[in-house]
């Protein structure tokens, strides 16, 4: 039986994920208890005390026991995963490393670790250790040549100003008014994440209309943003005080329009367009000629879609190559044609004849 989408379900983890249908989600987002370990109070250089994780779901009798929940939860998991789904787990140095290991035993193949480094960490108090300043997301595919799974690598890197997005992320901690209060004025959960960790993770790797499971939901930060970002969730959270917060949370949220969701899309998702292809159009005939963009180069154009420059001839991209002794060359980017503004790269005719295919 099959679970709603955008659903908080309350109740144990594991038991709960058994529940769930095989091949039902397309992510996993999971923050696990960290198994922090703390022995005694944690106290300021005034002596007043840090309102550290020491609540009872995050403590385990022996990392043997932490190991068999992990194995547990990561397994259901990734049964329920579709094939060509994908799970992101973070952690902190207590726990992230076993998780790992966890992950490669059950087969799950990774493709990144990111780091995300906390603008505003808090300090170390004791001064005896360096101060925490990062968290560790792991992001894996359930296994090795599966399906292709999402990522939407161009919109990541229009999201960095045009630049290739790196695995180390600064993002600041949750706080503000985004730190969800209990009735008494304090924070109602001690790790919540900040939503611009998760609208990230959740654009890199979801379509619109994708379900993301997340089986430790806490205050339901990956709930609002997947409803913000026109995904669905299925929640699963044991403690019913986080899971009220985490429902009227979620339920203040605006979620984007399907207009302002588009993203910048990949050039590998476009049809594939020969050159030739753009001598047939007749956007280039027989006999023009063709400069690279300072004029050093001119190679004719033949009816075949190859180019001739003295002795060489061959494809755009290979000629390209071959006049720069270079051992490749993109030609849609190297080659220019004159126009009434002055050269311009060929790909601008190859765009041309993309439009007329879906128009």
């Given amino acids: 039986m099959g679970v709603a989408a955008d659903t908080i379900i309350l109740g144990d983890c594991i038991e709960e994920l058994k529940k769930l249908p095989s091949r039902s989600v397309d992510l996993v987002f999971a923050d696990p208890p ?3 370990q703390l022995g005694g109070d944690l106290l300021r250089p005034d002596n007043s005390k840090v309102d550290a994780v ?35 787990v ?24 990111i780091v995300w480094r ?16 990062h968290e560790t997301l792991i992001w894996a595919t359930k296994s090795r040549g599966g399906k292709r799974y999402t990522f939407n690598y161009d919109a990541m890197k229009m999201a960095n100003d045009e630049l290739q997005m790196r695995s180390d992320w600064s993002l600041p901690l949750c706080t503000g008014e985004e730190r969800l209060k209990d009735e008494a004025g304090v924070k109602a959960h001690p790790t919540q994440k900040p939503e611009a960790l998760l609208h990230r993770v959740i654009l890199a790797s979801t379509r619109p209309g994708d379900v993301i499971l997340d089986p430790f939901f806490g ?24 899971a009220r917060l985490a429902k009227a949370r979620i339920a ?26 753009i001598v047939e159009a007749g956007l280039l005939r027989a006999g023009d000629v063709l400069y690279d963009d300072k004029g050093r180069h001119a190679a004719s154009v033949r009816a075949d879609g190859s180019l001739v420059v003295g002795e060489l001839s061959g494809s755009i991209h290979k000629v390209g190559a071959m006049v720069q002794s270079q051992p490749a060359c993109n030609g849609w980017t190297y080659w220019h044609f004159k126009s009434d503004k002055g050269l311009a790269p060929i790909d601008v005719l190859r765009a041309k004849v993309r439009q007329q295919l879906v128009a």
């Fill in 34 to 36: 960290y198994n922090l």
């Fill in 252 to 277: 203040k949220v605006i979620p984007a329009t399907a207009a302002d969701l588009a993203v910048t899309g990949s050039k590998k998702t476009e049809p594939r367009i020969p050159f030739g292809q």
């Fill in 219 to 242: 205050t339901g930060t990956t709930g609002a943003a997947a409803k913000r970002l026109g995904r669905h969730y299925i929640g699963i959270e044991r403690e019913e005080a986080y």
């Fill in 54 to 88: 020491d609540d009872h779901w995050d403590q385990f009798e022996s990392f043997a026991a932490y190991d068999a929940f992990t194995k547990a939860w990561l397994s259901e998991c990734q049964r329920i995963l579709k094939d060509d789904g994908a799970l992101w």
């Fill in 90 to 113: 973070i952690g902190s140095y207590h726990n992230i490393f076993r998780v790992g290991a966890t992950l490669q035993d059950l087969g799950f193949w990774i493709l990144n670790d």
């Fill in 118 to 133: 906390k603008s505003n960490p808090m300090p170390n108090f004791k001064g005896t250790r360096f101060t925490n300043a």
